[in-house]
C-alpha cells in the first residue's frame, strides 16, 4: 500500500506554526522567481538583449491573452494573472527535481490560489459595478436565478480548486504508483505526460481565472481599451 | 484526509507576496520598458513625419520659387523680345520711310535735272540750229533764199497727194504764204505765178511773215498747211529728240 | 476487511471506470470536431487548437473529480474510523 497522496506532514515549526513542505517549495519558488526576475530586469534597456526580449515577449504574449480573453487593458490585471500563471506551471514543473512534490499536488496550495482568485472576483466586480451593480449581477437574468449563481460562484471556485488539485495530485500519485512497479525509465513518457498536463492546467486555472474575474468585473468602460490591441 | 489551514493560510500570504513582488521585480519594470520603447518609437516616428513635413514644405517653397523665377524669366524674355520687334518694326518703318523718301527726292532731282537738261540742251540746240540755219542763210544771197525756198515748196507740192492738193487749194479760200522775212515785191510776183502755176488756178495769196519760222516758208491753206520751214525740221528734230529720250528712260 | 471497506474499494473502481467513460467519449467528440474545423480552415488552427486544449482540459476535470472520490475513498474514507 502506498503512501497517502492526500496526506501532509510538517517539516518543522517556526514557533507555533508548522511548516509543512508545500510552503517550503513555494519559499523556494518564489527565491527563485523574484531572484530571477531581479536578475533579469536589472539591466533593462531599449535595445533589448536576447533575454530581456524573451521576457518582454513573455509579458506581451500574457497581456495579449488578457486583452483576448477579457477584453479590456490588460495592465490592470497583469500582475495577478502573470503571477498566477508563473507560479503555477513553475509549480507544476518542480516535480522536475527529484525529491521536491509538488506545492500544487497538496489541495492547500490550490485552496489558496482560489482563494485568491475570489476574492480578486469579487474586488474587481465591486470596483467596476460598486456594490449594489455587483450584487446585481447575481440576479440576472431573473431574481429566480439568485440561489443559482451564489451556488455557481461557490463550485465554480471549487471545482477550480479540485480540477488543479487533482491533475497534478494524480500526476504525482501515477508516477509514484509506476515508479514502485518498475523505476527505470518506464516512468518517463508519464513524467513529460504530466509537464505537459502542468503547463496546460497553469494555463487553464489562469484563462479561468480571466474569464470569472473579467466577467464579473464586466465591460467597465474606464478598463476597456481597443486602442491599446497591438496588432 | 486533514485539510491544514494554517498551510492553507501561509501559502496564502505566500502567493499575495510573490504577487507583490512580481509586481514589483518583474512586471512594472519590463512594462516600464517597454512602453519607454514604444514612446521612443513614437518620438522618431513623429519626429521622421515631422522631418519628412518640413522637407516637403520646403521642396514644394523651392518648386514655387523655381516656378516664379521661370514665369518672371518668360516674362522678361516676352517683355524684351516684344521691344526688340517694336524697335525693329520702327527702325524698318523708318528706313523703309528715309529709303522711300530718299529714292523720291532722287527721282525728283533727277527728273528735274533731266528736265532741266533736255531743255537746256533743246535751247541750246535750238539756238545752235538758229544760229547754224541764219550762218548758212547769212552765205546765201537773198535771192537764191527764196528761189531755193520756192523749189523746195515747189518740190514737197509735186509730192503731195491730190487729196492734200485739193484740201489746199479750195476755190475761192485764201491761201496764206508766210515767210520769216518780208519778201520784196518782185519775188512775190515770182512766187504767185509759179504757185498758180503748180496748183492750177486762181488762188487768194496772200503773204504773211513769221520770224520763228527762222527760215523757210509756210503754205497754209484753211483746211491744210505745207510746212517747209527750219521751224518744222526743227520741231521734228525736238521731236525725234524727245521719243530718243523716251526710249532711254523706259530702257 | 470488514464491509465499509470492501463497498469503499468497489465504489473507488466503480468511480473510477465509470468516470472514465463519459469524459473519454466527450473528449473524442471534441477532438473530433476540432480535426473537422481544423481541416475546413488550417488559418484558424492556433485559435482552434488553444480552444480545444481547454475544453479537453474541462472534460478531463469530470474524470479527475472521480479520482478524487476513488482516492478520498480509498485513502481518506471518513467512515472508516
Known amino acids: ?231 | 484526509m486533514r485539510f491544514d489551514w494554517s498551510t492553507l493560510a501561509l501559502q496564502t500570504v505566500n502567493v499575495l507576496v510573490l504577487l507583490w513582488l512580481l509586481r514589483r521585480f518583474l512586471f512594472r519594470p519590463v512594462r516600464a520598458i517597454i512602453a519607454a520603447r514604444q514612446a521612443s518609437a513614437e518620438t522618431l516616428l513623429a519626429d521622421a513625419a515631422a522631418t519628412r513635413a518640413q522637407a516637403e514644405a520646403q521642396a514644394a517653397d523651392i518648386a514655387r520659387q523655381q516656378e516664379r523665377m521661370a514665369a518672371e524669366g518668360q516674362r522678361i524674355i516676352a517683355e524684351a523680345r516684344r521691344e526688340a520687334e517694336a524697335e525693329r518694326a520702327t527702325i524698318l518703318a523708318q528706313a523703309q520711310h528715309e529709303v522711300a523718301a530718299s529714292r523720291d527726292a532722287a527721282l525728283a532731282a533727277l527728273a528735274r535735272e533731266r528736265e532741266a537738261m533736255r531743255l537746256g540742251l533743246e535751247g541750246e540746240a535750238r539756238h545752235l540750229s538758229v544760229i547754224i540755219a541764219s550762218r548758212l542763210l547769212g552765205r546765201l544771197s537773198a535771192k537764191a533764199i527764196e528761189s531755193a525756198l520756192l523749189e523746195s515748196l515747189l518740190r514737197r507740192l509735186d509730192a503731195l497727194s491730190d487729196d492734200e492738193r485739193e484740201a489746199l487749194t479750195v476755190p475761192g479760200a485764201e491761201l496764206q504764204v508766210v515767210t520769216a522775212e518780208p519778201l520784196d515785191p518782185a519775188s512775190r510776183t515770182t512766187w504767185t505765178q509759179t504757185l498758180e502755176r503748180v496748183l492750177h488756178g486762181q488762188h487768194n495769196l496772200h503773204f504773211a511773215v513769221d520770224p520763228s519760222l527762222i527760215g523757210g516758208v509756210e503754205l497754209r491753206g484753211t483746211h491744210a498747211r505745207v510746212r517747209n520751214s527750219w521751224q518744222a525740221d526743227l520741231e521734228r528734230v525736238a521731236q525725234e529728240l524727245e521719243k530718243d529720250d523716251e526710249r532711254l528712260a523706259v530702257a | 476487511m470488514n464491509l465499509i471497506e470492501i463497498a469503499s474499494i468497489l465504489g473507488a473502481a466503480l468511480a473510477v471506470s465509470f468516470g472514465a467513460i463519459g469524459p473519454g467519449l466527450g473528449e473524442g467528440r471534441a477532438v473530433a470536431a476540432a480535426m473537422d474545423a481544423i481541416a475546413r480552415q488550417p488559418e484558424a488552427a492556433g485559435t482552434l487548437t488553444r480552444t480545444l486544449f481547454v475544453g479537453l482540459a474541462m472534460i478531463e476535470t469530470m474524470a479527475i473529480y472521480c479520482l478524487v472520490i476513488a482516492l478520498l475513498l480509498l485513502f481518506a474514507n471518513p467512515f472508516l474510523h
Open chain 1, 1 to 231: 500500500m502506498t503512501e497517502s497522496p492526500l496526506a501532509i506532514y510538517a517539516l518543522f515549526h517556526l514557533g507555533p506554526i508548522a511548516v509543512t513542505e508545500p510552503v517550503a517549495v513555494t519559499w523556494g519558488l518564489m527565491l527563485l522567481l523574484v531572484g530571477g526576475s531581479i536578475l533579469l530586469t536589472r539591466r533593462l534597456a531599449l535595445h533589448p538583449t536576447a533575454r530581456q526580449a524573451a521576457l518582454e515577449l513573455l509579458v506581451t504574449t500574457i497581456e495579449g491573452q488578457i486583452r483576448d480573453t477579457m477584453r479590456v487593458a490588460p495592465a490592470r490585471y497583469l500582475p495577478l494573472i502573470g503571477t498566477l500563471l508563473l507560479f503555477i506551471f513553475f509549480a507544476n514543473w518542480s516535480a522536475l527535481v527529484p525529491g521536491v512534490e509538488p506545492p500544487t499536488a497538496h489541495i492547500e496550495t490550490d485552496a489558496a490560489l482560489a482563494l485568491i482568485v475570489f476574492a480578486a472576483m469579487v474586488y474587481h466586480g465591486v470596483r467596476a459595478r460598486g456594490l449594489r451593480g455587483y450584487l446585481a449581477t447575481f440576479a440576472e437574468p431573473t431574481y429566480v436565478m439568485v440561489p443559482l449563481n451564489l451556488v455557481e460562484t461557490i463550485t465554480r471556485t471549487f471545482s477550480m480548486i479540485v480540477r488543479l488539485f487533482g491533475n497534478v495530485m494524480s500526476g504525482v500519485f501515477v508516477i509514484g504508483i509506476v515508479l514502485s512497479l518498475v523505476g527505470l525509465l518506464v516512468p518517463v513518457p508519464l513524467m513529460a505526460l504530466d509537464l505537459l498536463t502542468g503547463a496546460v492546467q497553469a494555463y487553464i486555472f489562469t484563462v479561468l481565472a480571466m474569464v470569472f474575474i473579467g466577467g464579473a468585473a464586466g465591460d467597465d468602460a474606464e478598463g476597456k481599451d481597443n486602442k491599446d490591441r497591438t496588432p
